[in-house]
């Protein structure tokens, strides 16, 4: 290990809640790699007895399809236009090192509420689904392993506990377990899944409100590709790039320098 990343692990691992307390406003915009804005996400950490509570709120609007007649190949009269959108809600706790407690989170556009409920040994999950007062059932999810974090869509609410806590108490391999919810993924179920985290070489820059900002960078990696962590030296996040998703969370007037 080089100098400057024995540096950065020794002072990463002195991080405490403050880390959560110093962000300015937790808002970040949805950003295409075309530029677009497609979509917004705020949020709210806060310590309490058993580590902390996460309040968030995630949405977005992709584009519209329109079903055509399969005969003419044109529009038929009874088309009709699918967005692919999403608007979220969640409210969980999770322990001092990041460890999903219990919560839940809501599925605004079909009024779904999904919630979450490990085991005491932390290897199996239930989760219940309710929809509009009405339940849907329930079904027990196994884990490979004790100790994950909940990720719907990977948005930046569950992305800042995750850095926060990994670098506040990580593990000796560098490999963490998230559970992806039903709805975050192109097959409908509830999906386990190994990331890594690793330090990046090189050393970003940028400006928050248009005042200069020291950025470390982080690579995650999981299953399909890849996402690119930015924060402050805080550890505070300030963009997500999620590659295979072609989006990036990006915290509200904060802009990442070009690399030279």
Do not use: C, W
Request: glycine share 8%.
């Amino acid at each position: 290990m080089n100098r400057r990343a024995a540096l950065v692990s020794l002072a990463l691992a002195a991080l405490t809640a403050s880390a959560f307390a110093a962000a300015p406003a937790n808002s970040f915009n949805l950003i295409t790699s075309a530029g677009k804005n497609v979509g917004n996400a705020a949020y709210t950490i806060t310590k309490d007895k058993n580590g902390y509570h996460v309040v968030g709120k995630f949405q977005y609007k992709l584009g519209s399809s329109m079903q055509t007649d399969s005969k003419t190949g044109g529009t038929s009269m009874n088309s009709t236009i699918a967005f692919n959108e999403g608007q979220f809600y969640e409210d969980f706790k999770v322990s001092e090192d990041g460890t999903f407690l219990s919560g839940y989170t809501q599925n605004a556009t079909n009024q779904v509420m999904t919630s979450f409920q490990p085991n005491k040994a932390g290897n199996l999950v239930t989760v219940n689904q309710i929809q509009g007062g009405i339940s849907l059932g329930s079904r027990d999810f196994p884990l490979p392993k004790p100790g994950f974090l909940v990720v719907p869509d990977f948005d930046p609410a569950t992305m800042q506990v995750f850095i926060t806590t990994a670098l506040a108490h990580p593990h000796d391999d560098k490999t963490y377990l998230f559970l992806v919810p039903a709805g975050a993924n192109a097959r409908g179920n509830d999906t386990s899944l190994y990331v890594i985290l690793q330090l990046a070489p090189d050393t970003p820059s940028g400006t928050l409100d248009s005042k200069p900002v020291k950025v470390t960078h982080y690579i995650l990696n999981y299953h399909v590709g890849k996402a690119d962590l930015f924060t402050d030296d805080t550890g505070t996040l300030m963009q997500v790039d999620m590659g295979p998703l072609n989006i990036s969370y990006i915290r509200a007037k904060f802009a990442l320098a070009a690399a030279k």
